[in-house]
């Protein structure tokens, strides 16, 4: 793809079954139930247990069972108001060391799907055998990123989602976060195998700018980029909990980007998930897959924890013919055409400005005034082409963490870790991102009552290049060693000359056309060609804009949080103080930013939030106000206001419904205030200052004509400003009848400020160029500074329009037996286009309906199986890259589990797209396909 003005380089880089539950990554040790039904039911049978827990010295230990003798796999136990705990085995066994020296000790058993219990011992006893009763409502459990506190998730002020450690086990997806497009409300955008962006409730992109993703609070976002780069360079699945995910606008207690949701990926705590775990899986295209686990106790003070992966497999290449929306001519025209994923489609508009008269040894050129106002395109290269032998996405991760417990509810844990991934990135153009990777460090000190937490996350670029501006140098590179006509050069001036040629020999103008096509594509390197290989190796490793597509950025993000928890009243009063403060240090160079070499750029921000939280009607009415203020170096401060209510009914408070008002916002990326990348024709600049310039075609879109009067073109850019939304949503969520769940929610939105890109002539200094510079810069296409200073820019703006929106979804899941639960979800998204104009690109990029069916359950007592079939109507899509409409398209994605307990092993199958159906969800992107594989889970205790 080859856009009007070459190469916007730089611009890329701008912007259901039941399953174990555990504590959450959260902010405070277990506590108990908040089910009154719960804490009266007999908390423990007691009878033999037929095996002796390891170690048989544990003061505690036993067996968990379900009310018909199953064991239960992955319960936790927990001594109450601590951060001692552990989880059972294959066998449902468990052993655990507590202290009975100040008295009794109250044991928390939990399990997803099965009402907690309270275990009271007064004594040592490791012969326990604690039976679980299925749950009433079916969702004893807990999350804590809505509040920020622990809180069950039938009560949480706002939509949200839980996905259990059990649940992530049976996602078939390559990409963990592939597999959440299985909920309602969530979107997924696959740009390559490893690279997948997640939306919620409209404006879905290829980077996820508008919703963060943390693990265990530490944001996954590249610094230099401001986005993130889905999994693939987070943690492995063998280390996930558990995955929430926040529906809408979360600034009032995130702060910045938390525009559209927050996205938390908790760990797994070593002192309670101590063991070996070990998955492999090999597939269609080369898969092959590797993690592993370690955790262990280091006597009762300290704990280890070690995470390695690897993957690699064939990646999803995009093969797009279609023209762009942009294209001049239509797809096959004889003049060429700008096709989606084609790239290096430079183009040329024939004009008498073009001749040239004879000079010393160079003869005249005369375009022939037929092809006068006609556009022709260069045919350019494909992304396979392009990317060559390079077709392989990889990924390795590796984290180390130690935990000690200086007190029994006060935990030090430290940590460092590294991803490194290669694959496909998508916005003003596609990426290789080839060796792109992070470095993160986290120090954190928790307590029943708070945190500090302190993380840097340092991000390097290894040997990524952007397509589109290797194509352009490609084609822009002399036709041999030494010699100065260009590739393009060539193509026009072969095209023009036997133009007139065929004309002359009164062949008609579309048969003329051809040949001249026919005669220019016969002279373009060839990707065949050895020079073509020689060229792509080196242009790729040319860090230089302008010269060559590798990408330069290292840059680092400090940060630094604490929050705490304060118990007001007995009445139901609590509140949460809580502040962060984060640095960027930018480097590139002065490749990508406008730092010198050797001399980063700093950029603050920081902020402090607050939460009060009052229940009344004996505990059916909870009613919480919450706000931050947020203070930047280069904006104005920001307001973030939310305020809920939540109101439960029934014996159990198995009815709960819920109402919000909140506020959140986006600040411009790093690359969107700092951004300086020459590419010669043309520059892309942060926007800190604001600009005076013209645009390129006037209010009735008439393009410019030299030496004619400017004045309807001037153009002012406003310095940048943060995106903002206002929110409005209700929801319900509970039990309507025993085992079967609803999930339903509404919301409207406006939405202010979008911050989007723009070209138009000025100068690098902010200043509007006279109409002499516009004039003198046009031979040259704004390229020859000592003819002229104007320049074409490319700079983030915020629009002024409004735009409004609202949606619906709906979940239902019948959990019918152990053996068969069904369920689907729908949701809906609309774009009101009352206040807009009828020219105005809004981006929403979201399917108006969509739906999922699912099945799961366990069978033969450990055979496990789940299939979702997922559905997303087609609709119209405007980004950076491409505009254009992406067709209907679903997946069918199921799994099949076979656990041999006395082995600690599961076998494995599974398969994403099953039916190998068209399944394109950006525009520009690959076709997902079918990814069919078999493996084996081992988890030994």
């Keep these: 793809m080859q856009q009007i003005y070459p190469v916007l380089l730089a611009a890329a880089l701008l912007p259901a079954v039941p399953a174990a539950a555990a504590p959450t990554g959260g902010e405070a ?57 552990t989880s059972t085995d294959q066998l449902g066994k468990f052993s655990l060391n507590a202290s009975f020296d100040n008295g009794p000790v109250e044991l928390l058993v939990a399990y997803v799907g099965y009402e907690s219990q309270l275990v009271k011992l007064t004594k040592r006893d490791n012969l326990l055998s604690v039976v679980l009763a299925p749950s009433a409502t079916l969702l004893n459990e807990t999350v804590v990123s809505a509040s920020r506190v622990e809180e069950n998730i039938l009560r949480a002020p706002v939509t949200i989602d839980k996905v259990s450690g059990r649940q992530i086990e049976r996602i078939s997806t390559p990409e963990v976060l592939a597999g959440l497009g299985q909920l309602p409300g969530v979107d997924v955008n696959s740009a390559s195998m490893l690279f997948t962006s997640v939306s919620t409730r409209g404006f879905n992109t290829a980077k996820s700018e508008r919703v963060i993703q943390l693990v265990d609070y530490m944001d996954t976002a590249l610094p230099s980029l401001n986005l993130s780069p889905g999994n693939l360079v987070g943690i492995p699945e063998l280390d996930m909990e558990s995955i929430e995910l926040i529906h809408g606008p979360a600034s009032a207690l995130y702060g910045a980007n938390a525009l559209s949701g927050v996205i938390l990926f908790n760990s797994k705590d070593p002192f309670v998930y101590d063991g070996l775990s070990l998955r492999l899986r090999g597939g269609e295209r080369n898969l092959l897959d590797g993690q592993l686990r370690y955790a262990k106790k280091l006597g009762e003070k300290f704990a280890i924890k070690l995470n390695a992966s690897a993957f690699q497999a064939n990646d999803w290449i995009a093969t797009n013919r279609e023209a762009t929306s942009f294209s001049t001519n239509a797809a096959d025209s004889p003049l060429g055409y700008d096709a989606v994923s084609s790239y290096g489609e430079i183009s040329n508009v024939f004009s008498p400005y073009q001749n040239r008269p004879a000079t010393g040894t160079t003869p005249a050129y005369k375009v022939n005034p037929e092809l006068y106002g006609k556009t022709v ?29 200086i007190k029994d509810d006060l935990k030090l844990t430290l940590e460092a870790k590294r991803g490194v991934g290669t694959s496909t990135y998508q916005n003003q153009s596609r990426f290789r991102i080839k060796g792109l990777g992070t470095n993160q460090y986290r120090a954190e000190l928790k307590s029943s009552k708070g945190f500090i937490r302190a993380y840097s996350t340092e991000d390097f670029t290894g040997s990524s290049y952007e397509l589109t501006q290797l194509s352009a140098q490609i084609q822009g590179s002399p036709t041999s060693e030494g010699g100065t006509t260009k590739y393009y050069q060539q193509y026009f001036y072969i095209f023009n000359q036997t133009y007139t040629q065929a004309r002359s020999a009164n062949m008609s103008v579309e048969a003329a056309q051809a040949a001249a096509k026919a005669a220019a594509d016969a002279s373009q390197l060839k990707a065949s060609d050895p020079r073509f290989a020689t060229l792509r190796d080196k242009i790729s490793n040319d860090d230089q804009p302008g010269r060559g597509a590798q990408q330069n950025f290292n840059s680092f993000l400090n940060d630094i949080s604490a929050q705490r928890s304060f118990h007001i009243s007995d009445a139901g009063t609590d509140l949460i103080l809580g502040g962060a403060y984060r640095e960027y240090r930018l480097g590139s160079g002065g490749k990508l930013f406008s730092d010198a070499e050797g001399s980063r750029i700093r950029n603050y921000e920081y902020g402090a939030y607050t939460q009060l939280t009052q229940s009344l009607l004996e505990d059916h009415l909870k009613l919480a106000l919450a706000a931050r203020i947020d203070l930047f170096q280069n904006f104005d401060p920001s307001f973030s206001p939310r305020a809920s209510a939540v109101y439960s009914f029934g014996k159990d408070k198995q009815h709960n419904f819920r109402a919000s008002y909140g506020q959140a916002f986006r600040s411009p990326s790093q690359t969107d205030q700092y951004l300086r990348s020459d590419v010669n024709t043309f520059i892309l600049l942060g926007n800190l200052n604001g600009f005076q310039g013209y645009s390129f075609t006037n209010a009735e879109g008439k393009s410019y004509t030299p030496g004619t009067s400017l004045a309807g073109y001037e153009l002012t850019v406003d310095k940048l400003k943060l995106e903002r939304v206002n929110t409005v949503e209700v929801g319900y969520k509970g039990a309507i009848i025993p085992n079967v769940y609803v999930d339903a929610s509404y919301f409207r939105s406006r939405y202010n400020d979008f911050i989007g890109g723009t070209a138009f002539v000025g100068n690098v200094d902010g200043t509007r160029p006279t109409p002499a510079q516009v004039n003198a810069a046009i031979p040259s296409n704004f390229t020859d500074a000592s003819a002229s200073p104007a320049r074409i820019i490319y700079a983030s703006y915020n629009s002024h329009q409004e735009v409004r929106t609202q949606g619906a979804t709906v979940g239902l899941t019948y959990y019918a037996h152990k053996a068969f639960n069904i369920g689907g979800n729908y949701s809906l998204n609309v774009l009101d286009r009352s206040n807009l104009p009828s020219n105005f690109r809004t981006y929403f990029n979201t399917p108006k309906h969509k739906y999922n069916l699912n099945v799961g359950g366990i069978v033969l007592k450990n055979l496990s199986y789940s299939v979702n079939y997922r559905w997303a109507q087609g609709h119209r899509q405007e980004l950076p890259f491409a505009s254009g409409n992406v067709r209907d398209y679903s997946s069918t994605d199921a799994y099949l589990g076979y656990t041999v307990p006395k082995l600690a092993t599961t076998l494995q199958a599974g398969v994403s797209n099953l039916f190998d159906a068209n399944n394109t969800q950006i525009i520009g992107g690959p076709q997902i396909g079918r990814l069919a594989f078999l493996g084996v889970l081992v988890n030994v205790k």
């Design 29 to 85: 040790p277990h506590r108990t139930p908040t089910s009154k039904a719960a804490a009266k039911r007999k908390p423990v049978v007691r009878k033999p247990v037929s095996t002796t827990p390891d170690p048989a010295e544990a003061t505690v230990g036993g067996v968990v069972l379900t009310n018909t003798g199953d064991p239960l796999p992955g319960a936790t136990i927990f001594i109450k108001g601590t951060f001692i705990g």
């Design 377 to 405: 395109y260069m045919p350019g290269f494909t992304e396979q082409e392009l990317i060559g032998p390079d077709q392989k996405t990889k990924s390795y991760r590796v984290q180390g963490a130690v935990s000690y417990l």
